[in-house]
C-alpha cells in the first residue's frame, strides 16, 4: 500500500533553521552582535515559513484533452492540483514533469513547468503529440507543491494513463472491381441484374417486372411495353490478413521511415476505412494472433473497432507452427494479406487459403531501407534471404496469388481488375 503523501521541510528550510540557530549560539557565546545580525533574518524566515506549514496534503491528478487520436497529432496533458486549504498557499508553487514512451513529444521538450498556486485548483497543462500508432502511457514521475518561501514541499505521484493513438490511414483508393461481389448493399456492381443504380439494359417486359420500371419513352416509340434493367448493387466481404511475425525496419514515428509493421498497420487502416465507407463487410484476423480477430461488420463503428485492435498490434513468434482454419471466411471472399514475406507461418496460412478457392491478394510491406542498411556482415545473409523469398513469391504467383507492394492509392486496382476478369472467365469441365 502506498503511503499517504506528507509536507516536508526543504534543504532551504532546514539550512536557514540550522544556520540561524548555530550564528545566534555563536553570537551569544563570543558575544559578537554582528553575528545576531546576521542570524536575525535566518531565524525570522525560518518562523515565518513555519508558521505558514499547510496542513493537509493536496491531490494531483493527470488527465488529457483526447484521450483517442491519429498519430501525428497533439493534444494537452493537465496535471491539476486540487484541494489546495485556502489562504495556506497564497505564493506557493506548483511543478511537474510529464513523461512517456519514446514514441510520445512534449513541448516544452523537458515536459517540466512551474506555475504559481491558484486556489483551489491549480493546472499544469504540456502539449503532447503521439508521433506513432499504438497505446502509450503518460506519467507524471515528480508533482511538487511547494509553500510560501519554500519552506515545506510535498511531492505527488498520479495515477498514469493511456492514449491511443490510431494508425494514420494512407490515401487510398481502389478500382471499382471485385472478383465475387455478393450482398445487396455495397456500392459495387454485380454481375446479375437487380434493384440498382447503374443501367444496364433496355428489353421488353416480362412477367415480374416492375410497373416503375417501365420505360415509357421506348415503349410508346415501338409499341411495346420495355423496362429499363439495372444491375444490382453489391457488397462484399473483405478480410485483411495481419501478419506480425516479424517487424523489419527502423520505424521513425509519422514523420520517419516506416517499419514492416508500420507500413501492415497503416495500410490495414486504409483498406478498411475504403471499404467500409463503400458499405463493404471487413473482417481482421491475425496470423500470429497477437490480436483478437475482428469478425465481419460494416459501418464507422465497425471501423473503429477495427483500429483499436490495430493500435495493439506487436511483432511476437508464431504460437503454434500449425497452419489455422480461418473458419469465418466466407466463400467469394476478398484476402488482402499484409506481409513481408519473410515467415513460414504467413506463406502456409496464404496456400491454405489458395486452396479452398479465396481471392487473395497479398501487399508486400517490406521496406527498402530494412536490407540497404542492414551492416556489411549481414549483408550476405539478407541476399541468401531475399533470395529464397523471391522463390516463394513466384510460387505465390504460380498459385495464382498476386503479389504487389504497397503504393497507397490504387495498389489494387491492376490485380482486382484481373481477379474480377478470372471470376467471370468461362471455367473448363473435364
Same mark, same amino acid.
Given at each position: ?10 534543504? /532551504? ?52 484533452? /483526447?484521450? #483517442? ?6 493534444? $494537452? ?86 492514449? $491511443? ?5 494512407? $490515401? ?24 440498382? $443504380? ?37 457488397? #462484399? ?45 471487413? /473482417? ?83 521496406p527498402a531501407h530494412a536490407v540497404e542498411e542492414a551492416e556489411p556482415w549481414r549483408a550476405l545473409a539478407w541476399r541468401v534471404r531475399l533470395l529464397e523469398r523471391s522463390v516463394e513469391i513466384d510460387r505465390l504467383a504460380g498459385l495464382g496469388v498476386p503479389v504487389v507492394p504497397w503504393r497507397g492509392r490504387g495498389t489494387l486496382d491492376d490485380v482486382l481488375r484481373v481477379l474480377s476478369r478470372v471470376a467471370v472467365a468461362p471455367r473448363l469441365i473435364r
Amino acid at each position: 500500500m502506498t503511503p499517504e503523501p506528507r509536507w516536508g521541510a526543504t534543504p /532551504a528550510h532546514l539550512r536557514a533553521v540550522v544556520g540561524g540557530l548555530l550564528l545566534a549560539a555563536i553570537a551569544v557565546v563570543a558575544q559578537r552582535p554582528d553575528l545576531a545580525v546576521m542570524a536575525a533574518p535566518l531565524l525570522a524566515a525560518a518562523a515565518i515559513g513555519g508558521l505558514r506549514r499547510p496542513s493537509a496534503p493536496p491531490r494531483a491528478e493527470l488527465r488529457v484533452d /483526447a484521450a #483517442t487520436m491519429v498519430e501525428g497529432q497533439a493534444t $494537452t496533458v493537465h496535471v491539476t492540483v486540487d484541494d489546495l486549504t485556502s489562504g495556506e498557499l497564497p505564493d506557493g508553487v506548483v511543478a511537474a514533469a510529464v513523461t512517456g514512451d519514446p514514441w510520445v513529444q512534449f513541448d516544452p521538450r523537458g515536459a517540466a513547468r512551474a506555475v504559481p498556486v491558484q486556489q483551489p485548483s491549480t493546472d499544469v497543462a504540456v502539449v503532447m503529440r503521439a508521433v506513432r500508432w499504438g497505446r502509450h502511457e503518460v506519467r507524471a514521475d515528480a508533482v511538487r507543491v511547494t509553500s510560501p518561501g519554500g519552506a515545506f514541499r510535498i511531492s505527488l505521484i498520479p495515477t498514469p494513463i493511456v492514449v $491511443t493513438a490510431l494508425p494514420l490511414a494512407d $490515401t487510398f483508393a481502389a478500382a471499382d472491381a471485385l472478383p465475387r461481389p455478393a450482398g445487396l448493399v455495397g456500392l459495387h456492381r454485380s454481375r446479375r441484374h437487380g434493384e440498382g $443504380t447503374e443501367l444496364a439494359e433496355v428489353r421488353p417486359f416480362r412477367t415480374g417486372d416492375r410497373l416503375r420500371r417501365i420505360n415509357w419513352p421506348v415503349s410508346s416509340r415501338t409499341g411495346t411495353l420495355h423496362v429499363t434493367a439495372a444491375w444490382s448493387d453489391r457488397d #462484399t466481404e473483405v478480410v485483411l490478413l495481419l501478419d506480425t511475425e516479424h517487424d523489419l525496419g527502423i520505424s521513425g514515428g509519422v514523420d520517419g521511415r516506416a517499419s514492416s509493421l508500420d507500413v501492415a498497420v497503416r495500410a490495414a487502416a486504409a483498406i478498411a476505412e475504403h471499404y467500409l465507407i463503400a458499405g463493404d463487410r471487413v /473482417a481482421l484476423t491475425d496470423i500470429g494472433q497477437r490480436v483478437r480477430t475482428v469478425p465481419v461488420g460494416s459501418g464507422r463503428q465497425h471501423l473503429r473497432r477495427v483500429l483499436d485492435v490495430l493500435v495493439a498490434s506487436a511483432p511476437g513468434a508464431i504460437r503454434s507452427e500449425e497452419v489455422r482454419r480461418l473458419g469465418h471466411i466466407r466463400a467469394g471472399s476478398l484476402v488482402v494479406a499484409l506481409s513481408p514475406l519473410l515467415g513460414g507461418a504467413g506463406l502456409a496460412q496464404i496456400a491454405q487459403l489458395v486452396r479452398h478457392r479465396h481471392a487473395v491478394v497479398v501487399i508486400d510491406t517490406l521496406p527498402a531501407h530494412a536490407v540497404e542498411e542492414a551492416e556489411p556482415w549481414r549483408a550476405l545473409a539478407w541476399r541468401v534471404r531475399l533470395l529464397e523469398r523471391s522463390v516463394e513469391i513466384d510460387r505465390l504467383a504460380g498459385l495464382g496469388v498476386p503479389v504487389v507492394p504497397w503504393r497507397g492509392r490504387g495498389t489494387l486496382d491492376d490485380v482486382l481488375r484481373v481477379l474480377s476478369r478470372v471470376a467471370v472467365a468461362p471455367r473448363l469441365i473435364r
